[in-house]
Structures are given as C-alpha cells and as structure tokens.
C-alpha cells in the first residue's frame, strides 16, 4: 500500500506570498489532518478533513486553510506569509480519524519564508 | 487550552542504558498514541493505549496507561543506537468536541555507542 504523499517538499517563498501543499492519502483513508511542526512549538494541530468536510479546527488565523476533494486528496493554503510561518507542514491520514485511529504522516513540506 | 505535557524534553544515555519518557494531562484521555520521529523524518505511529492500567509490549519497547487515564510513559530496555529519535506522545481527550489529538512536545533520546 502507498504511503501519504505530500508535494512539494520543499518551499521558498517571500513574505507576503500565498502557498499551496498538497497531500495524497493512503488509499481508502478519509480523514487527512494537517499538522505545523516547529522546534519551538512542536506538533500543532490545523485542521482535519473528512468525506470533504472540515470538521476540526485548530487555533490558527483565517490565512490557514484547506479543503479536501472528492478522492481525500487535500490541500492546504497559506496566503499572505510571514516570517513565523517557516516550519514543516505534516499531513496525515487515518482510517476514521478524530484521534481514534492512527495516524500516517506523509514526509511533510518544508516552508522557508523570506 | 488543554496540554500534554512529556518529561523529559531531552535523554541522553549510553547503548545499553533503559530509557523512559513520560507523558501527563490535567485532563483524562480517551486515549493516547505514541509516534516515534528519526532525525530529518516524519512521526511513525508506534501503538495507541485505551483501556485504564493497560500496559503494552514491542520488543524492548514498554507502553502503559495510567489507572486514571491522564498520564502514560514508554520505557525503552537497552537502548541501542537504532532508538535514536524524538518520541512523542499524542492524547486524545475524554468527551470531548475537538476530537483531535494533542501532540506533547516530545523526548529528543541520543544514544552513546
């Protein structure tokens, strides 16, 4: 079975700009959730899709968002960057998802905002 | 907002030594996963603990769940260099809306040969 794919893997972009990562689940996975991993913060939770809905949300501003297809595939939009937006984008899959079933990380994007 | 907090942030010991790290909410969890990083990695699900007192094992590896649900550790037994990694725990909590896990910050364990 494949893993998560995520792409690109890695980023450079200008303060200010917009970005888009994108993530291929596990087949037969519904739930992708996304995470920001930092060394300061750790892993912290942005959001989870399921069947194309978002149905948990973490404490970030509005310029995080995302959306899921019809095939799970999911997005995720970063608009108007900032220097504390650097960080490593994780996605991951899981069966049913809401923290009750594992989770498979995908290799993650690595942002650097300049 | 809710926390899991993860003693110690860092462990470094001689292969060989046992390793434990340890994981606490204020808050009972329904239950708590366990996610092992390698340097330049992603985290890789290790084992998920959901019944009170539950105590599992791989290989070397230790995994147990507080009576009360709110705090777990996982223990290590002669480390060996492969062990080398961040690991972190991520609870669920009981009842309620959020539904997502939360991560601890992690135990970054260097090993000695």
Redesign the interface.
């Known amino acids: 079975k494949a893993g998560v794919t995520q792409t690109p893997r890695y980023l450079i972009k200008t303060r200010g700009q917009q970005v888009t990562l994108s993530c291929s689940p596990i087949s037969g996975h519904r739930s992708v959730?996304w995470?920001q991993q930092t060394p300061g913060?750790?892993?912290?939770?942005l959001f989870?899709y399921f069947s194309e809905t978002q149905?948990?949300k973490?404490?970030f501003p509005g310029r995080f968002s995302g959306r899921q297809f019809s095939n799970s595939r999911s997005e995720m939009n970063v608009s108007t960057l900032e220097l504390g937006d650097s960080a490593l984008y994780?996605c991951?899959s899981s069966l049913i998802?809401?923290?009750?079933s594992?989770?498979?990380?995908?290799?993650?994007t690595r942002l650097t905002v300049t | 907002?809710q926390q899991v907090m993860q003693i110690p942030q860092y462990q470094h010991v001689q292969e060989g030594e046992d390793f434990t790290t340890y994981c606490n909410s204020s808050t009972t969890l329904?239950?708590i996963?366990w996610?092992k990083q390698r340097p330049g990695?992603?985290?890789?699900?290790l084992i998920?603990l959901v019944k009170s007192g539950e105590v599992k094992k791989q290989k070397r590896l230790t995994f147990q769940f507080g009576e009360a649900k709110k705090n777990s550790s996982l223990h290590i037994t002669a480390t060996q260099t492969t062990d080398v990694g961040t690991y972190?725990c991520?609870g669920?909590l009981y009842g309620g809306s959020?539904?997502?896990?939360?991560?601890?910050?992690?135990t970054k364990l260097s090993v000695k040969p």
Do not use: C, M, T
Request: aromatic share 14%.
């Open positions: 959730s995470y913060q750790g892993l912290q939770f989870e149905r948990n973490g404490n994780l991951a998802g809401r923290g009750n594992p989770l498979h990380f995908g290799n993650g | 907002g329904s239950n996963q996610y990695g992603h985290p890789v699900f998920q972190f991520a669920l959020q539904g997502n896990l939360i991560f601890g910050k992690g």
